[in-house]
């Protein structure tokens, strides 16, 4: 079996190719296997962030200070562009540290896939070495770009620009942390990785990602909190997407020379 450098290489040369109906039918099949326990698992790690982050609020400021008014004028507040700013560090850095929670459901897929067995302590699987600090880096630097050029586009009040960039950027860097997860890349070889990837099929990539997306959204419909069952199926078609590129097996396998920097 080719190393993950030696499939990237023949990916820069040949290409690859990638069938919607395929990769989609794998992702909703692998979603079947998923869905209930990760929809439970995002249901209870969701309560528990909103009670612990509207617990410190409370006791930072006051439950008197959260009302209609304060909601309405936070609404149609503008931020400036120092508050801007500061928002855009605090969302990457937090962004940064659940990376690995999120990973963790490429882990479950992957166990499902192989019809392996999966349970709650798998989504916390990369929160170790070499794991943790590999894709910590990695969203960091994506979210410091992004940020940054979200700020430099609301600051001169070109929002639609700046939007068009973020969803491209997103969309190019999709494969970066399975990548690092099953292809055992550090961070930069993983971001340089799915750049050039996904650049080869990136209509049929970002048509997948759409369907994901409003398969999603449908989980609003009736009850909001049916969308934590189904929020996963967009890890399934990743993980789909990711294995119909690459052959997968155990990182530790794979011959990583040159890619033990977690930078």
Do not use: W
């Not at 190393?3 to 290409?15: A, C, F, H, M, R």
């Not at 503008?78 to 459901?105: E, M, N, R, S």
């Amino acid at each position: 079996m080719k190393s993950i450098l030696n499939q990237i290489e023949d990916i820069k040369t040949n290409g690859y190719s990638l069938d919607f109906s395929d990769v989609f039918n794998h992702a909703f099949e692998n979603y079947k296997k998923i869905a209930l326990y990760a929809g439970l698992i995002l249901l209870v790690i969701s309560i528990l962030c909103f009670f612990l982050g509207g617990g410190i609020l409370i006791s930072l400021y006051g439950a008197e200070h959260f009302n209609k008014q304060f909601f309405e004028s936070l609404q149609n507040k503008q931020p400036d562009g120092a508050t801007l700013l500061i928002y855009t560090l605090v969302i990457t850095f937090v962004t940064a540290f659940i990376t690995p929670f999120t990973a963790g459901f490429l882990k479950m897929a992957d166990s499902a896939d192989k019809d392996e067995a999966f349970n709650f302590s798998t989504v916390f699987t990369y929160y170790k070495a070499p794991y943790f600090s590999r894709l910590f880096i990695t969203s960091l630097l994506i979210g410091l770009i992004s940020g940054l050029i979200t700020v430099v586009f609301n600051f001169i009040g070109i929002t639609v620009i700046d939007t068009l960039f973020a969803v491209l950027i997103s969309l190019f860097t999709s494969l970066t942390v399975p990548l690092i997860v099953f292809g055992n890349l550090n961070s930069t070889a993983a971001i340089k990785s799915s750049i050039t990837i996904v650049s080869k099929q990136p209509l049929v990539i970002a048509l997948l990602f759409i369907v994901a997306g409003i398969g999603s959204v449908i989980g609003f419909i009736g009850c909001c909190i049916g969308v934590v069952f189904t929020i996963p199926i967009t890890y399934s078609v990743k993980y789909a997407i990711y294995s119909a590129i690459f052959e997968i097996e155990n990182p530790d396998s794979i011959d990583s020379i040159g890619q033990s920097d977690p930078e």
